[in-house]
C-alpha cells in the first residue's frame, strides 16, 4: 500500500500531500460539526425556555390561590369524608360527565373547555387550569371554592360567583371561630341563590336548559323559607365539624354528600301514588293522582334526558299482566333543524326551543286518566301504579339508572266484582230458573198421576 505524505512539486516546492488533505478536512469537518451541535443545543434550550415562559403566561395559574380538600380534611374529618363520596368531589371522574366532555370536545372543539369546567371544576374560572393539570381542578367542586364564595351575581351568570381565596372561610355558622383560618358567618351560604349558579343555566340560544332554581323560586317553599339546604344539605346531629382532637366544638357538621337525583333514598321519598278505579260495562276506569311530595323544584329536574314514568298495569288473579299503559313526565328540547334532542351535551349547546314540559311542580298532584277494556269473562283483577326514575348512563354500553319512586296495588272489591258481566250473570240465572221450573213443573206432573 502507498503511503503519501510529502512529493516533489514543480519548481521543487514542497505540497500538502493527499494524506494532509484528508487529515485537514477531516479536522474542518469536526470543528463544524461541533459548532452546528452546540447551536441545536443552545437553540432546543432556548426553544423550551421560551415554550415554557410561554405556556406560563398562557397558563396563569396560581398554584397557591386555592387549598386542597386534602388539607381541610386534616381537622373537618367527617366533613371531608361525605364530600370525598358525593357527586360533587366526582364532579369531573364522573363517568357520565366525562363521556358527554369528550363527546362536546370532539364535535364542537376547544372552546367547551371552560363553557363546561365553570361548574365541573369552578377554580378553574379564575385559575384558568382548563386542562386540569392543577391538582385543585381534578378535585372537581372542592371545599375551598364554596367556602370562598361571599356572593352571587345572578344578572351576570357567565361570572355569577365573587369570591376572596385566601385566609378566610365563609360559612353558615354564626360566632364560629378556628385555629387554622378566620371565620365569616355568610347567610348566602344557607340560601338557595347559592346554589344557582351552578344550577340554573341559560345556553347560547337563551333556552333555559337547567331551571333547578328557577323552578324552586316559583314553588312554595321560599314563602316558607325552605331553601336548597334544608333538603340536600340537613345538620346531621352527632357529627361535629371539627374534629376534637383540633377543637372541641358544639357545632355538628350539615350533610356534605349533597344527595339529589343519584339518590335512591331522596328518590323514593319525592313522590306519592293514590289510585282509583271502577268497572263500567266492560270497562275499567282508573285514576291516578301523582304528587310531588317532598321535591323542592319540578320532578325531574336537572338535565333533560332525565324522565318520570307513570306506569299502570291490569292485572289478573294471578298477578299476569293483561294490560299496561304509561304517561311520561318530561322536558323535551329541540335543535335549530327541529329535531328532538337525545343527549346532555347537545341539549346544553345545541337546544333552541323547548317543545313541550309536563313535568310537576312541587307540591302539585297531577290527575291521570287510564282507560282499559276489559276481556270476557275476566276473574278477580287488581291495578298496579307506579311512578319510576329514569337517567340514562351510556358509559361503555347503553346504560339506564332506573329507580321505582312510588307503587301501588289496588285490588277490585269483592262486590263489584259481580257486577263485571252482569248480563252473563243475568242470563245464568235465567237459565237456572227456567231448569228449577221445569223441574217444578215434572215434579208435579208425577205427583198428580201416581197420587
Not at 347 to 358: F, G, Y
Request: proline share 5%.
Amino acid at each position: 500500500m502507498k503511503k503519501y505524505f510529502f512529493k516533489k512539486g514543480i519548481n521543487g516546492e514542497k505540497k500538502i500531500g493527499h494524506g494532509v488533505k484528508l487529515i485537514s478536512s477531516l479536522l474542518n469537518f469536526k470543528e463544524v460539526l461541533i459548532k452546528r451541535f452546540v447551536f441545536f443545543i443552545s437553540s432546543v434550550f432556548l426553544l423550551i425556555l421560551f415554550s415554557s415562559l410561554s405556556f406560563a403566561r398562557e397558563k396563569e395559574i396560581p398554584e397557591a390561590v386555592f387549598s386542597p380538600s386534602q388539607e381541610c380534611g386534616k381537622c373537618h374529618i367527617n366533613i371531608h369524608q361525605a364530600w370525598s363520596n358525593s357527586m360533587h368531589a366526582k364532579a369531573i371522574e364522573d363517568p357520565v360527565f366525562k363521556l358527554d366532555y369528550l363527546h362536546a370536545l370532539n364535535e364542537y372543539g376547544e372552546k367547551v373547555r371552560e363553557y363546561c369546567l365553570s361548574c365541573h371544576s369552578p377554580t378553574t374560572r379564575y385559575t384558568g387550569d382548563t386542562y386540569l393539570k392543577n391538582r385543585i381542578s381534578r378535585e372537581g367542586i372542592n371545599c375551598d371554592f364554596c367556602h370562598s364564595i361571599y356572593a352571587v351575581d345572578l344578572e351576570n351568570p357567565k361570572d355569577p360567583f365573587k369570591v376572596n381565596p385566601g385566609s378566610t372561610q365563609y360559612g353558615p355558622y354564626q360566632n364560629a371561630s378556628s385555629p387554622a383560618h378566620l371565620s365569616t358567618y355568610s347567610e348566602l351560604h344557607t340560601r338557595s341563590e347559592f346554589c344557582a349558579g351552578c344550577h340554573q343555566l341559560k345556553n347560547n340560544f337563551g333556552v333555559l336548559v337547567l331551571g333547578t332554581y328557577s323552578e324552586w323560586r316559583e314553588g312554595p317553599y321560599p314563602e316558607q323559607k325552605v331553601h336548597c339546604q334544608n333538603c340536600h344539605m340537613p345538620k346531621v346531629p352527632g357529627m361535629p365539624i371539627v374534629d376534637a382532637k383540633v377543637k372541641k366544638s358544639e357545632l355538628n357538621m350539615t350533610a356534605h354528600e349533597f344527595l339529589g337525583g343519584h339518590s335512591e333514598i331522596n328518590l323514593q321519598h319525592a313522590a306519592t301514588l293514590r289510585t282509583q278505579f271502577e268497572v263500567k260495562k266492560s270497562k275499567a276506569l282508573v285514576t291516578v293522582f301523582v304528587t310531588n311530595a317532598e321535591s323542592g323544584h319540578k320532578l325531574p329536574t336537572g338535565t333533560p334526558v332525565r324522565k318520570v314514568i307513570l306506569s299502570v298495569k291490569l292485572l289478573d288473579d294471578k298477578g299476569k299482566k293483561i294490560a299496561e299503559k304509561e304517561k311520561v313526565y318530561q322536558k323535551v328540547l329541540l335543535d335549530q333543524k327541529g329535531d328532538v334532542l337525545t343527549e346532555s351535551y347537545k341539549m346544553i349547546l345545541e337546544a333552541s326551543s323547548i317543545l313541550s314540559d309536563n313535568r310537576i311542580a312541587p307540591k302539585e298532584t297531577r290527575q291521570e286518566k287510564f282507560e282499559f277494556d276489559l276481556p270476557p269473562g275476566i276473574k278477580p283483577f287488581s291495578v298496579e301504579s307506579t311512578l319510576r326514575y329514569q337517567y340514562p348512563t351510556p358509559v361503555l354500553t347503553a346504560g339506564l339508572m332506573e329507580v321505582e319512586m312510588a307503587k301501588q296495588v289496588v285490588s277490585l272489591p269483592l262486590g263489584k266484582i259481580f257486577l263485571i258481566g252482569f248480563f252473563s250473570w243475568l242470563r245464568v240465572f235465567i237459565i237456572l230458573l227456567f231448569l228449577f221450573l221445569i223441574l217444578w213443573m215434572g215434579y208435579r206432573m208425577l205427583k198428580r198421576r201416581f197420587l
